[in-house]
Structure formats: C-alpha cells, structure tokens
C-alpha cells in the first residue's frame, strides 16, 4: 500500500506534515507555534511513524490538517489580512457562546471551514513569497 504524501498528523499540540520525494527521502515540517510558520525539522519523524496513535501524535486526513493548524494559527495575533479572517471566526464562536448554542449549524461550520482553507492558503502563499525573497504582507506579534 502507498502511503500519503505528504502525510499529516499533529504531534505534541502542533501539526506536523511529512513529504516523501521520489528517491523515498522524508522531510518533515513542523508547525512552529510562535510564528505560524512550517519549519523544517526531520528528527520526529521515526517517532512518528513508529507510534501508534497516541494523546501526543496522530495521523489526520488532509482536512483535519488544515483545519488543526489554523485553529492553532487561529490563537496568534498580528497585522494582515489573515488576521481579520481569524477575528471573523472568534466573533462566530463568542456568538455561538452568547447565545448558549453547543453546535455550530452545517451553514456557520461550512463557513468556518472555508475561512479555515483560505487562511490555510494565504500561509502558504505567504511561505512562497517569503522564499522569493519578498517582503511578508503577514506579521505576528509577539504573545506578551
């Protein structure tokens, strides 16, 4: 059976993300938590893929992937875009709250789910960017 590629999971409350190339060399990427950027990191991933699902790591499907790491980017805060995007989502679950719903309905899940996959690829477009050598259009603040 082929495995995933790339291959997510969240691993020790981040989310971690394993790319195969076509020789079979891995190369991971783990979500750092102050920046809300995926950084290289290759030393987890025997871990990973010797565990069995644990509290600690799990395998997720690509949704899940994208909706668990903005649920953690969801948490900084800064200047840009994005983080209106965010704010939209907080405003919706404080809503949720004030009026003592436990669920959101499919109409205001569907929505946060796509606000989630926009931010998602505002990040990596944002990654590109960066790699070109552009200034960010994305900053975070430092949680202080």
């Known amino acids: 059976m082929m495995a995933q590629n790339p291959a997510y999971y969240e691993y020790y409350k981040?989310?971690?993300m394993i790319k195969t190339n076509a020789d079979g060399e891995r190369t991971g990427y783990r979500l750092k938590l102050?920046?809300?950027?995926?950084e290289p990191n290759n030393r987890p991933i025997?871990?990973?893929?010797?565990a069995t699902s644990t509290s600690e790591i799990s395998s997720l499907n690509e949704?899940?992937?994208v909706w668990t790491t903005e649920e953690i980017r969801?948490?900084?805060?800064?200047?840009?875009p994005v983080f209106a995007l965010?704010?939209?989502i907080d405003a919706?679950?404080?809503?949720?709250?004030?009026?003592?719903?436990?669920a959101f309905t499919p109409e205001e899940r569907a929505l946060i789910r796509s606000i989630r996959r926009r931010t998602f690829r505002m990040w990596e477009e944002e990654a590109a960017r960066r790699a070109a050598g552009e200034p960010p259009t994305i900053i975070v603040r430092p949680k202080f």
């Open 63 to 65: 949704e899940e992937f």
């Open 74 to 80: 969801g948490e900084l805060r800064g200047d840009g």
């Open 14 to 16: 981040s989310t971690y």
């Open 34 to 38: 102050d920046t809300g950027e995926f």
């Open 86 to 88: 965010y704010e939209t």
């Open 92 to 102: 919706m679950y404080e809503q949720k709250e004030r009026e003592g719903r436990k």
């Open 46 to 50: 025997p871990e990973i893929l010797g």
